[in-house]
């Protein structure tokens, strides 16, 4: 059986990975000494070189987890689950935002921080995600993203690749470097109708929770730093990280902006953009002028062929879908909890062991809202339900 976990926490760090990401354990030594710092509260976070907060924050001291949504689940390396703050939600075949969603769908945290495999995270960087929400000042926050060994630059071809600056712009909603509080979860979920990457599946979360009339704020001076610069990823990852990017921007004018485009135009823009990328490609331009390029034709592409696509349905949330936490996107339900692999006196006369794969089975009984769950009291007893307990039926 699963060990047993408290039912809620201040704040759970969502961490997406494949599983065999050579960095990934020092992601998670990083989030957890991230959370070590928040626990601390205000003279740890000061220690960190977090500014001290104007205002009183609502809690000072912070107990957290990791989610950590893996899609293979043999891949990760031994002894990854140590600490039993990490939870492992396994996610085979999954797309970025489903991973997303099943990531909140197991997490227990008032406050949630989103980020990826292979970055580091600043020491401050759980205090000072979390500190605008604490403070009722925003909704959801973004913190800057900077490649190893330089300092992001304006060019838009950094943009497309994910890279923030410090601080960051407006509109800026990183999958390596954002949080928002669960009501914002509750409210919008990670549209798992868009096939894309990270980023992607970041931006539109992003432009529907501004939309459902959330607050954002930016965060300085706690930048996540890559492990490898996406720039010199290759030119043909890089090129296809801008088309992505240029689908995105097509989901979004097709869906959130103007609605589908006339005919005539977005051929005219299909030949246009893809003329400019034929002679940037010929000319060997710097990618600073050939990725906007090549994002641009994939948008204009995506817009044609998005013109007779149904009208999107916004992603709907629900709270106490999923047992283990206070809300979830509907479509979210966690395939699997890996268990935390035996303690080191245990695995010494055992052997290595593989962690256990436990299915969860939701829960009977009634349920109610994410209010009636930061409602219980210290024993454990639920509010009275405010909706019905739909696994009955």
Known sequence: ???????????SVVVVARGAEPGLPETLRGVLASLD???RGPAGSAGAGAVAPAVRLRGHRLGGEVVLVVGDVAALPPGLGGDRRVRVVAAPGVG???????????????YLLFTLAEVRVPAAW???????????RADLVAGAVHPPGRAPSAARADRLLGVVADPPPPGAWPAAAGAATRAVLESVGFDEGLRADEEGAAVVFRRDAVGAGFRE???????????????????????ARARARGRV???????????APALLPAVVAVVRHGLAVLLLTAGRAPAERLLPAR?????ATAL???????DRVAPRSAAGDVPGGAGAPRAASPVALVTRPPARAEEARLGPVVPRVVPVVPARGPRGTAGDFWGRGRGGRAAPAALPDRTAS
């Open 37 to 39: 710092v928040a626990a």
């Open 217 to 239: 704020a930016p965060v300085a001076g706690q930048p996540v730093l890559l492990a490898r610069d996406p720039a010199r990823a290759g030119r043909r990852a890089v090129a």
């Open 1 to 11: 059986m699963p060990e047993a976990v408290p039912g809620r926490v201040d704040v």
């Open 295 to 299: 994002a641009a034709r994939a948008r």
């Open 249 to 259: 921007d097509a989901y979004v004018a097709r869906h959130l902006g103007r609605g």
């Open 304 to 310: 044609l062929r998005l013109r007779r696509a149904p």
């Open 96 to 110: 970025p935002a489903r991973a997303r969603n099943l990531g909140v769908a197991a997490s227990r945290g008032r």
């Open 126 to 136: 759980v205090s000072a995600l979390t500190a605008p929400l604490r403070a009722g």
